[in-house]
């Protein structure tokens, strides 16, 4: 069994060298074998020239022009191979060592989806403008859905690719998150969480998450829910 890891990297120079030790040293269950697909979405900050000089058969490193962590998570997604996918950030937030707990309970069978949730687990540095967006997605995802999902919009998201057939994705951006789970539900997929710890970067450090990212990972919860797709005139 093969587990694919799907790295979107906007302007991560910083970060990425170490995100990439992290994930290729984190020891598998099963003795599963990886594949680590990069995703270089456009980067100006010598993002390209660190992966550049980190060539590794385990790692497969693709370059694009910017299309957002939606498009980036698309052309990784279009390349892996694995029988499980993982979402992993490129930056230091989410600590790849929690990947055996995540991949637990599609191994034994319980579910197709995994979601490591910040707010069952340990939350370092988040804001309270960031917790409360979240706090507000999560509760009307609930309502809407009816789906009790503590953390729609995690970062750490595992799912089989069976879990993907028939799921056709259109966000750009980072409205990946909130689209992928509305669709996972409308499939009938339960999504299981798991608790994981979460040490969120200053905007200093490189946080992009601005009130206009929180509105474009909002809008799908609405869009999916009472097709506005249609209303619209464009394909869902």
Request: hydrophobic share 45%.
């Amino acid at each position: 069994m093969t587990l694919s890891i799907i790295i979107p990297a906007y302007n991560e120079a910083a970060t990425i060298s170490a995100v990439l030790e992290k994930v290729l040293a984190v020891p598998l269950p099963g003795g599963m074998a990886r594949e680590i697909i990069v995703v270089n979405d456009g980067s100006t900050d010598g993002t390209a020239d660190v992966l550049g000089a980190r060539l590794n058969p385990q790692v497969k490193i693709i370059h694009q022009k910017n299309q957002g962590k939606a498009g980036a998570i698309r052309a990784g997604m279009k390349q892996a191979f694995g029988d499980i996918l993982l979402i992993q950030d490129a930056d230091l937030e989410y600590d790849p060592a929690q990947y055996p707990d995540l991949l637990r309970p599609i191994l034994e069978g319980q579910t197709q989806v995994v979601y490591g949730s910040r707010f069952l687990g340990n939350i370092q540095n988040m804001s309270l403008v960031d917790r409360w967006a979240n706090n507000v997605s999560n509760a009307m995802f609930r309502w809407l859905y009816g789906a009790v999902i503590t953390d729609i919009n995690t970062c750490y998201k595992a799912f089989t690719r069976k879990a993907l057939e028939g799921i056709v994705l259109n966000a750009r951006n980072f409205a990946f998150e909130t689209e992928i789970t509305v669709k996972f539900i409308q499939k009938g997929l339960f999504i299981k969480e798991i608790p994981i710890h979460y040490a969120a970067r200053t905007r200093q450090e490189g946080k992009k998450i601005r009130w206009g990212t929180a509105l474009q990972m909002f809008w799908p919860i609405l869009r999916y829910r009472f097709n506005f797709s249609c209303i619209l005139g464009r394909k869902s």
